[in-house]
């Protein structure tokens, strides 16, 4: 038990359900509905499905950025939810996230320098102006941005998509964490520099022993950085497991369904048979 | 000159060649920006055939899109121009067209459809009135032709619901109706080339593969020409007889589908390739392009590609080898590795 270092258990997320500002009640939807899964220390966990899932959901309510409706959240053995004011500001130093755009994500008036400085003043350790420095340039070290000075005084705009996500990935290591939770971090990057940044991961996770929760629709995402992975469809988990099991024998409808859309780089696959008819299948 | 690897792939009889529906070459476009000019497009050309699918694949702000938009005119700012080249459509030189030769071009001989349906319908009109303006403005059919005519539209897509989907307005669909929609309204006149821009990137896995056998289904039965514009090597895989690589601007390389996938021969090609298919595969440490692609304000002399190349030689910072691309041939690489005649590394 020791090493679980997140336990989510019976989580939910509902909207609606109250009156209406004009009096009509508006109907409940519910983004997640009774999501549970332990992460351990040094594992990463993906999670993968569509568009209107849940996945990023779950992201945002085991970082706080939303409140939960339901369940609950134990983060290095202590009730996250329960926590407020200082001790939830040092507890959510544990818990890091990256997101899939890292143009918006970052303050395009602050320099990279600025926006890594942000969670190390966040940490209260009292640096000296010297030492600030030279964290901000392990930090750029550590995500591959070389030689750091190059890139401190550069603005969001001035950098590749790779590199943004870079900085990204850079100032959730600032403050430290334990867990990682990426929604979609490489969606926006073009292949060559998405494998990059995926390696880059990989790297961190080994070198500093981070867990990850990692949000993709992208089976071979998962499949590349994940030890597990949970499938969500409409709110629900339907499968949890090791990721080769999942992906080579999934048992829920939905999983096989996902794999089968996924296109392979293979055009024998495609092309050397008679096209499947696309009237057989009705439009959605 | 002979080049083994496509002698390697002679087993398959190469299609007859009949005069290509859309024939462009040597297409240089520039944008005018605040820091200069840019020259987004150098040299591109490429043909499509009728019945025919082809892919031009490249990653973002390689110019594929801008490829897209000079040929069908429509270039973001009234400064930006298409410098030099030619776009032959069914014989006819679309770049001398008057603007209003080119306004019955568009949508009645050559349709688009893009990425995000949504900014492309009107919000406020339902689809089935938006289909029957298109008809309409083109004289296709009107009064009570009209309607039949958006029935067909919309069953061409292979939509089901018809009534339902004409009667909607676009924000009550699916994405996947709303790219159905206007891959609809884009069949409306029976254009006898379409151009795909990213159609289906911001579709789920499963709305994609639908989508997608929908656009192989129109090639065959239709025998229209299709340009599909992507990042997405798999969805090339699944849709495209031929495939165009495009890097800064710039065609570096053509193949057949079977030829490229099995032997891509430009290093970039490579390395693309190569990374997709360590991804597919698992691989513990992933193969990447090192580097970045070079600024089209001053692009680099010799081949665009260099700076990031494990291959690169003396020839290759003096001389752009895609200057030399054979279109004529079944394959080719803008490289200067495979003009020495030896075709080998």
Partial sequence: ?284 | MSDPSTAASAGRTPNPVPAPLLDVGGLSTELRTRKGVVHALDNVGFVVRRGEAIAIVGESGCGKSMTARSIMRVLPRSTDRVASGHVRFAGRDLLSLSESGMRKVRGADIAMIFQDPMSYLDPLMRVGDQIAEVIRAHGKASGEGLEKAVEDALASARISDIRRVAGSYPHQLSGGLRQRALIAMALACEPELLIADEPTTALDVTTQKQILQLLRHLVEERQMGLVLITHDLGVVANVCDRVYVMYAGQVIEHAGVHDFFERPQHPYSRGLLASLKSLCEGDAHLSSIPGVVPNLLAPPAGCRFRARCGFSMDVCAKQDPTVRLDHGKDRDAGCWLFKDGSGHV
């Fill in chain 1, 1 to 284: 038990m020791s090493d679980v270092i997140l336990s989510v258990r019976g989580l939910g997320k509902s909207y609606g359900g109250r009156r209406g500002l004009l009096g009509g009640s508006m109907p409940v939807k519910r983004a997640a509905e009774d999501v549970s899964f332990e992460l351990h220390r040094g594992e990463s966990l993906g999670i993968v499905g569509e568009s209107g899932s849940g996945k990023s959901t779950v992201a945002r309510l085991i970082t706080r950025l939303v409140e939960p409706t339901a369940g609950s959240v134990t983060l290095a053995g202590r009730d996250f939810l329960a926590m407020r004011d200082e001790e939830l500001r040092s507890y959510r130093q544990r818990i890091q996230m990256v997101f899939q755009d890292p143009y918006s994500s970052l303050n395009p008036r602050k320099t990279i320098a600025e926006s890594i400085r942000g969670p190390l003043l966040e940490r209260r350790e009292r640096l000296s102006q010297q030492d600030m420095r030279e964290r901000v340039q392990r930090h750029l070290r550590d995500v591959g941005l070389n030689p750091p000075e190059r890139y401190t005084e550069r603005f969001p705009k001035d950098l590749s998509g790779g590199q943004r996500q870079r900085v990204g990935i850079a100032r959730a290591i600032a403050a430290e964490p334990d867990i990682i939770v990426a929604d979609e971090p490489v969606s926006a990057l073009d292949v060559s520099v998405r494998a990059q940044v995926l390696n880059l991961f990989n790297d961190l996770r080994a070198r500093k022993g981070l867990s990850y929760v990692f949000i993709s629709h992208d089976l071979d995402v998962i499949r590349s950085v994940c030890d597990r992975v949970a499938v969500m469809q409409a709110g629900l988990v339907v499968e949890i497991g090791q990721v080769r099991q999942i992906l080579d024998q999934p048992s829920h409808p939905y999983t096989r369904q996902l794999i089968a859309s996924s296109l392979r780089p293979d055009p024998s696959l495609y092309r050397d048979r008679p096209m499947e008819r696309a009237g057989a299948q009705p439009a959605r």
